[in-house]
C-alpha cells in the first residue's frame, strides 16, 4: 500500500510539472491533485525534495536493468538516456531547479555502478588495485554525466542511439587499454 500510495504522489507531482516549473510546486498541489491530505504525502516524505529523490532512486535506477557487462553497457546507457528523455519534464525542471543535486546524483550514481561492473569484468585476472579501477570508473562517468548533463541543457535533440554509437566508437579498447596500463605499472 506504501508503495502505491508513493507512485501515486509521483505521478501528480510529474503531472504538475507539465504546468508549472518545479520550484513553483507546492504539497498543497501535489496532496490535492493526488486526493489525499497534507499528512498522508508527509508519511511518506519530507518534503517536495525527499519525492524527487525518491523518484530518481526508485523509479529512475530501474533505467539499467540488468545492463552492467562489457556486452550490455551500451544498452545500460541507452535505457538511461531512454528514460530521461522519456521523463522530460521531470529531468528538465529538476535540472532547472534550485536542487538539481538529486539528478546529478542519480547519474553519477548509476553511471558509476554501470561502469565498475565493466571495468570488474574486463579486470578478471588482471592485477589492477581496487582503488585503480574506481579511478577509471571516476574518470569515464565525468565524461559520461558531463555528456549526459550538456544533452539535457541543449533540450535532448540528438537520438539517445546516435550518441552511444558514438560513445562506442571512442571507447572501443580503452577501458581495458588503461586496465593493461595500471596492471603494467603495478608490476613495474
Not at 1 to 16: E, G, I, P, V
Not at 47 to 76: N, P
Given at each position: 500500500?506504501?508503495?502505491?500510495?508513493?507512485?501515486?504522489?509521483?505521478?501528480?507531482?510529474?503531472?504538475?510539472l507539465a504546468e508549472k516549473p518545479l520550484d513553483k510546486i507546492t504539497v498543497t498541489d501535489i496532496v490535492?491533485?493526488?486526493?489525499?491530505?497534507?499528512?498522508?504525502?508527509?508519511?511518506?516524505?519530507?518534503?517536495?525534495?525527499?519525492?524527487?529523490?525518491?523518484?530518481?532512486?526508485?523509479?529512475?535506477?530501474?533505467?539499467?536493468?540488468?545492463?552492467?557487462?562489457?556486452?550490455?553497457?551500451?544498452?545500460?546507457?541507452?535505457?538511461?538516456?531512454?528514460?530521461?528523455?522519456?521523463?522530460?519534464?521531470?529531468?528538465?525542471?529538476?535540472?532547472?531547479?534550485?536542487?538539481?543535486?538529486?539528478?546529478?546524483?542519480?547519474?553519477?550514481?548509476?553511471?558509476?555502478?554501470?561502469?565498475?561492473?565493466?571495468?570488474?569484468?574486463?579486470?578478471?585476472?588482471?592485477?589492477?588495485?581496487?582503488?585503480?579501477?574506481?579511478?577509471?570508473?571516476?574518470?569515464?562517468?565525468?565524461?559520461?554525466?558531463?555528456?549526459?548533463?550538456?544533452?539535457?541543457?541543449?533540450?535532448?535533440?540528438?537520438?539517445?542511439?546516435?550518441?552511444?554509437?558514438?560513445?562506442?566508437?571512442?571507447?572501443?579498447?580503452?577501458?581495458?587499454?588503461?586496465?593493461?596500463?595500471?596492471?603494467?605499472?603495478?608490476?613495474?
Open positions: 500500500m506504501a508503495q502505491t500510495t508513493k507512485k501515486a504522489l509521483a505521478a501528480s507531482f510529474k503531472k504538475l490535492e491533485d493526488c486526493e489525499v491530505n497534507r499528512q498522508t504525502f508527509y508519511y511518506h516524505f519530507k518534503d517536495i525534495y525527499d519525492l524527487v529523490e525518491w523518484i530518481y532512486t526508485t523509479e529512475a535506477g530501474r533505467a539499467l536493468d540488468g545492463k552492467k557487462t562489457y556486452d550490455t553497457w551500451q544498452q545500460g546507457f541507452l535505457h538511461i538516456f531512454e528514460y530521461v528523455q522519456k521523463n522530460k519534464n521531470f529531468i528538465s525542471s529538476t535540472y532547472r531547479s534550485i536542487n538539481r543535486d538529486f539528478l546529478e546524483r542519480y547519474l553519477y550514481t548509476e553511471t558509476y555502478n554501470l561502469l565498475i561492473g565493466v571495468i570488474n569484468e574486463i579486470a578478471q585476472g588482471m592485477p589492477v588495485r581496487e582503488d585503480d579501477k574506481a579511478f577509471i570508473a571516476h574518470f569515464y562517468k565525468y565524461a559520461f554525466v558531463g555528456l549526459m548533463l550538456e544533452w539535457i541543457r541543449t533540450g535532448m535533440k540528438e537520438e539517445p542511439a546516435y550518441i552511444i554509437g558514438q560513445l562506442d566508437i571512442m571507447m572501443r579498447g580503452d577501458i581495458a587499454e588503461a586496465l593493461e596500463k595500471f596492471s603494467a605499472n603495478r608490476r613495474a
